[in-house]
């Protein structure tokens, strides 16, 4: 197909694949307090336009068809129970924890007043998994221990295990 026939939704998922950031998209409503991981794997966004989200999740489809699922997919990179276990047990306190970028330490703060709010404690414990780069942030909380997964090629929260999943 002549690029110039090409439609913007197309557009946008071929660039976003090329940086390495494509999601499919939902048309309509969605309501989740978690983040939403599609089951090819990539984020789930939001449009009010159906046909761009259309045109978006029929390239990004094709994209995965023809070069299968990137290592940068966030669904890839979520780190197994016993992943998480081991990584936090050689994990750094916290408070102590000196993020590299000020994104970074935005998304941490982001966690931490999620934890306010719904736990009434901090995190206590984070460590990094260079392999996925995410960020485990785990803790105690009144229902047993919780970790948060900071995405780091995102700069978003990827994921939770909830209590009595680790």
Known sequence: MADHLITKGAQDARRDWEQERGCFMN???L???RPIITSQGYYMRLSCDECYVNDYNTEMTRLISEFGVPWWAP????????IVRELLEDGTSYERYQPPSKKVSNLLLSRESNWISEHGC??????????RQVLLVGGHTSSGFRVDIVDLVYNSWMHTYEPGQI
């Open 31 to 33: 309501y989740s307090y």
């Open 27 to 29: 048309f309509g409503e």
């Open 75 to 82: 669904g890839s990179r979520i780190p197994s129970e016993e």
């Open 122 to 131: 901090k995190p206590t414990v984070i460590a990094v998994d260079p392999e």
